[in-house]
């Protein structure tokens, strides 16, 4: 079937079978091989796309609910800047790689939580993580990066609220 | 392969009527499946495009969930009884709430299912619709075993009504499984309360993962109605939890540990839903 979606802020046109994985249609369509495959079948969250403003398992999902959607996947992130996401650069200050497989995943599910949420408690970090599995870190300092992140966004956009105002003092 | 879209229940109805056809919802169950058995569907009939599947509007006979709304969607609802939505809480991860549907886990009939001891504890009502008509089945006769309904293959559920009577008193959910988050039920149960000063005008309990199907715990609501819900009555409602359910040993858990955890779960829930101090 063809299915027109946006993808990273872009309008894509695929055509494709509907019930192919939304995971190998970004993979072996697309390119866009920055979503991992893990367990394949929902439960660790290395496949995660933010569908529609949510996030989703894209090995769960199949290319027909891509219809007219909106997706973003990690290779989206920093728009058309050549530097990092913000969130990025959290996760690489504080040492919150490792392997990196699960990495991808962990990033955007910190984006949506932090779109909807710019000021989460652990515990809400905690629960927008709880589909996200990392074997290496031990998650301390996958926490450290989220709330590091979630600091850095509230400044830029501290920052940039006050620049348009005219008022203009740097927090912190 | 077909993978259609309708976007109305006509349509729907029609194409189901064709054969061949696998019903889509959100998908999170079926990809799994399909993948393991790697069949491959004849036809998929996406029933997430029909407008009047999402969301839930509150009616005449009571509240009308459709069955494309979300878990998310219900587990953040103050709208409907507070053990739906704890109950769909409980499932999975965030992403898998995000695009899972409350028909899907109610149609996917797994005895562990967080939303189906809430659907009978509330005595919710399921519309199904075929190409021959259109029929209302009760949540408790709904269920024929793991992952069997009696839903016949061109027949669509099309609402899902919580009765205005359930959207009284108060209700509690709770599972236990072997750890905290994105994992399956090794006991459930959800009970719904009407307590009239003290005393228990109408109590529905029910159970899941203690049977192939999900359970109405009758003897132990037969025990309580009438009585001042203190806690000795809480106490002695647990020797009735026993002969209501019938686990057994699985990969999940053994029969002895089930009955343990049914009777520590339900003593929970009922404190809870009675709004006394607990867990």
Known sequence: MVIH?????????????????????????????????????GECGACTIILNGKTVNSCLLYAGKLQGAVVETIEGLSGDSAGLHPIQESF???????????????????????????????????????????????YGKIMKAVVSSAEKLRDSREDGHQSGTGLGVKRG | MEYVQPDTLEAAVSRLGRGGCTILSGGTDLAVV????????????????????????????????????????????????????????????????????????????????????????????????????????????????????????????????????????????????????????????????????????????????????PLRARQTEAFLTGKELDAGTIHESLAYVKQDIRPISDIRASEAYRYRLAESIFHDVLKQAAGLACC
């Not at chain 2, 965030?94 to 899907?104: D, E, S």
């Not at chain 2, 039920?185 to 049977?211: C, H, I, M, R, Y």
């Open chain 2, 34 to 213: 399909n993948r393991a058995s790697g069949l491959k569907p004849e036809c998929f009939v996406d029933i997430c495009r029909i407008s009047q599947f999402s969301g839930m509007e509150l009616g005449e006979e009571g509240l009308h969930i459709g069955p494309c709304t979300t878990i998310a969607e219900l587990a953040a609802s103050a709208e409907i009884p507070h053990c739906l939505s704890q109950g769909a809480s409980a499932i999975g991860s965030p992403q898998i709430r995000n695009a899972a549907t409350v028909g899907g886990n109610i149609c996917n009939a797994s005895p562990c299912g967080d939303t189906l001891s809430p659907m009978v504890a509330l005595s919710a009502s399921f519309v199904l619709v075929s190409p021959r008509g259109s029929r209302a089945v009760d949540a408790e006769t709904f269920f024929l075993g793991p992952k069997k309904t009696v839903l016949a293959d061109d027949e669509l559920l099309t609402d899902i009504i919580i009765g205005r009577e359930f959207l009284k008193g108060t209700s509690a959910f709770k599972m236990l499984g072997k750890r905290k988050g994105q994992v399956i039920s090794q006991v459930n149960a959800a009970v719904w309360l009407l307590l009239e000063d003290g005393v228990v005008a109408k109590v529905q309990a029910a159970f899941g993962s203690v049977a192939p199907v």
């Open chain 1, 92 to 138: 690489l200050e504080e040492g919150a790689v490792q392997c990196g497989f699960c990495t991808p995943g962990m990033v955007l599910s910190t984006k949506a939580l932090l779109d909807r949420h710019p000021d989460p408690s652990i515990k809400e970090i905690e629960t927008a993580l709880s589909g996200n599995f990392c074997r290496c870190t031990g």
């Open chain 1, 5 to 41: 979606f946006t993808c990273n802020g872009k309008p894509v046109t695929v055509d494709v079978d509907g019930d192919m994985r939304v995971l190998d249609v970004l993979r072996d369509v697309l390119d866009l091989t920055g979503t991992k495959e893990g367990c394949g079948e």
